[in-house]
Every structure is written in C-alpha cells, then in structure tokens.
C-alpha cells in the first residue's frame, strides 16, 4: 500500500511542477483520483458492477491494491475477485514500476525546467 501511494504521489509531483496554483494540482488530481478509487471493488464488489464497469475495475490498479490489502489483511491465498493473492501484488508492484518510470522522469524534467 504504501509503495503505491509513493508511486501515485510522483504523479502529483509531476502536476505540481506543471501548473502554476495550489488549487489547479488539488483540481487536476481529484479528477485523476476519483475514477481510481469510485472505479474500483473499493466499497462494492466487483462482480455487482455493471458489466461495462467491470472492465474498468479489472484493470484498474486501485482494485488490485485493494484486494491484496484484503488478502494479507484476511490471510486468503484465494481472493473474492477468483485471483490469487500472488497475482494481485504482482499486479500491484507492476502498476507501481509503471507509475514510476513514467512520472519520475517526467517530474524531475519539469522540475529543473523550473529552476
């Protein structure tokens, strides 16, 4: 979990050296973050969602964060979403190496454009 938010905060980095006001990051990243969590099996079950929804949930990263914190958190190797808790994290840990060699590169270009 917390190797996520560190990873997800680099995208807000990248947003904070882009634009020029405090109220612009909170804007940008509230509509980056509502998708991610509304989006996904955070408060209802996947399999409850409407079938276009579910396509979305599946491969959204907060879903798999989700649902590994569920299984270490329940000691379930078999998860509710018919995955196995080693999948999940590995998705978890690739959607991690994502965010970051995206927006780090890019967070730290657009810092010493800055400077």
């Known amino acids: 979990m917390v190797v ?3 990873s997800l905060c680099w995208v807000s980095v990248f947003i904070g050296t882009m634009v020029r006001s405090s109220g612009a990051v ?3 990243s509230f509509l980056i973050t509502f998708p991610l969590t509304f989006g996904s ?3 209802v079950p996947a399999n409850t969602l409407p079938t276009w929804l579910q396509g979305w949930v599946s491969v959204n990263p907060v879903t798999h964060v989700i649902e590994s914190m569920r299984g270490l958190l329940n000691g379930d190797a078999a998860l509710a979403s018919g ?3 080693g999948l999940e994290l ?3 840990l690739i ?3 994502v965010l970051w060699a995206v927006f780090f590169p890019l967070a730290t270009w657009a810092y010493r454009r800055k400077i």
């Open 41 to 43: 099996s955070t408060f």
């Open 4 to 6: 996520f938010a560190v």
């Open 90 to 92: 590995l998705w978890v």
């Open 26 to 28: 909170q804007g940008i």
């Open 95 to 97: 959607s991690c190496v």
């Open 83 to 85: 995955e196995t808790l």
